[in-house]
T-cell receptor, first 114, second 111 residues
Framework: DTGVSQDPRHKITKRGQNVTFRCDPI?????LYWYRQTLGQGPEFLTY????????KSRLLSDRFSAERPKGSFSTLEIQRTEQGDSAMYLC????????????FGPGTRLTVL | GQQLNQSPQSMFIQEGEDVSMNCTSS?????WLWYKQEPGEGPVLLIA?????ELTSNGRLTAQFGITRKDSFLNISASIPSDVGIYFC???????????FGTGTSLTVIP
């Protein structure tokens, strides 16, 4: 296992369309996080899973956003009715509870909403 | 949300020089992480700090957990061109598992 993977790496969509991103964490990492990063800013926390349970959600995660981790392995982040303001890099990270809070990031999915 | 201020915003240095940057907050954190990010990629973890006053090294990088628990510092010695990137600090409060990221320090190394 070489690390966290994300798919797709780039997504261009028209306003109003729905998009879904996938994250595959490092094997056996039981914690998974989603972040959003806009140009010139640091990553902003969106949500966090421990195994399949979604334990924390940011106020940034509007009702158009939904994340799942159905079997405690990979996770999906869906954005419904995309808006231009959703354009950003969406980053996924994973960590192992027994190894503290060190989070390892994937390469991200760059979303552009036209 | 929590505000983490990183300083300086950007640095232009000559190869071989040492680099210092810091991260400050108005809140007390119990974990600090330092990351490096290159264009189009995700952040790469450099150093993790868990105790006030802790000093941890990773090769030419050294980071410290401030004794007030409201700040952290990263030093890079003898910089090389591949050190170029944006360095982010991230802190975690006592409660929850959320990390708050700083705005980053952009480092340019001139050969």
């Amino acid at each position: 296992d070489t690390g966290v993977s994300q798919d797709p790496r780039h997504k261009i969509t028209k306003r109003g369309q729905n998009v879904t991103f996938r994250c595959d964490p490092i094997s056996e990492h039981n914690r998974l996080y989603w972040y959003r990063q806009t140009l010139g800013q640091g990553p902003e926390f969106l949500t966090y899973f421990q195994n399949e349970a979604q334990l924390e959600k940011s106020r940034l995660l509007s009702d158009r956003f939904s994340a799942e981790r159905p079997k405690g392995s990979f996770s999906t982040l869906e954005i419904q009715r995309t808006e231009q303001g959703d354009s950003a890099m969406y980053l996924c990270a994973s960590s192992l509870r027994s190894q503290g809070h060190e989070q390892f990031f994937g390469p991200g999915t760059r979303l552009t909403v036209l | 949300g929590q505000q983490l201020n990183q300083s300086p915003q950007s640095m232009f240095i000559q190869e071989g020089e040492d680099v210092s940057m810091n991260c400050t907050s108005s809140s007390i954190f119990n974990t600090w992480l330092w990351y490096k990010q290159e264009p189009g990629e995700g952040p790469v973890l450099l150093i993790a700090l868990y105790k006030a006053g802790e000093l941890t090294s990773n090769g030419r990088l050294t980071a410290q957990f401030g004794i007030t628990r409201k700040d952290s510092f990263l030093n890079i010695s003898a910089s090389i061109p591949s050190d170029v990137g944006i360095y982010f600090c991230a802190g975690r409060l006592n409660t929850g598992n959320q990390f708050y990221f700083g705005t980053g320090t952009s480092l340019t190394v001139i050969p």
